[in-house]
């Protein structure tokens, strides 16, 4: 079947062995030196493991590999002898791409919730998921897209938000406050990289510590190396835009 699964850049990876405890299902090793999947069923191809790379070694790709096979992971965890998933009772069973359903990466056509007579609005979301530690590097979304980068917050104080900045968007959700700031550093430089974006808009709130998605996002193009254009937008508590410029070319 084809569906996301790890791969890892060998040329890249040191050796280092920070993914291993950092993939649940215990499906990454260290072999002669370097990082390796043991077994194409034991990735669950969500990326959980990405922003642990110091070296950007690790991407999610989509191709044909083995499914995600739960009882195989399970074995592997008691043969290593590390803590078992989830019992299989209290969660959802895995798609037939693998993975947690509500992380399976989808393109969607923009929706309108109800009838126009009826009031209804038109959605603009054309993805899932859109957190930005669940998104892998090279969803097929980001392709030629250009990538709203927008603090979590700012949906909630913009009421056009969806009709004036979504549309025609890619999007990641982040929090450069209370999120792992390592972890969406490191998968920006990825996403930069090797998403194959058009440009970047960061969209943030007014308040101090949000300008840290917007330094986030400056350092991590930079290490990327990618010719992107990177936008800011500041968007104030009352939803209105205070100011809009240019943080790279």
């Known amino acids: 079947m084809k569906r996301m699964i790890i791969r890892i850049d060998e040329d890249k990876c040191t050796g280092c062995g920070l993914c291993v405890p950092n993939c649940a299902e215990g499906s990454l090793e260290i072999r002669d030196g370097k990082a390796v999947l043991v077994k194409e069923a034991l990735c669950d191809g969500l990326g959980a493991c990405l922003g642990h790379c110091p070296e950007g070694a690790l991407l999610i790709e989509e191709r044909e ?71 892998p590097p090279t969803a097929p979304f980001f392709q030629g897209a250009e990538l709203l980068l927008t603090a979590d917050c700012v949906p909630f104080a913009m009421p056009d938000f969806h009709s004036r900045f979504l549309r025609g968007h890619a999007v990641a959700v982040a929090c450069p406050k ?56 500041v968007v104030g508590r009352d939803g209105s835009v205070l100011s809009e410029r240019n943080l790279a070319a």
């Open 65 to 135: 590999a083995e499914g995600f096979d739960e009882a195989l992971v399970e074995q592997r965890l008691a043969e290593i002898g590390r803590s078992p998933l989830a019992d299989a009772h209290d969660r959802p069973a895995a798609p037939p791409a693998g993975g947690c359903p509500g992380s399976r990466v989808l393109q969607m056509a923009p929706q309108v919730t109800a009838p126009a007579q009826e009031g209804g609005v038109s959605s603009a979301l054309g993805q899932w998921p859109v957190q930005l530690g669940l998104l």
């Open 178 to 233: 209370l999120d792992n700031a390592g972890a969406h550093f490191q998968k920006l430089i990825q996403v930069f990289r090797d998403g194959g974006l058009a440009g970047v808009t960061v969209l943030r709130m007014e308040v101090p510590c949000c300008g840290g998605l917007s330094n986030m996002a400056k350092d991590a193009l930079r290490e990327s190396g990618a010719a992107l254009q990177l936008r800011e937008v």
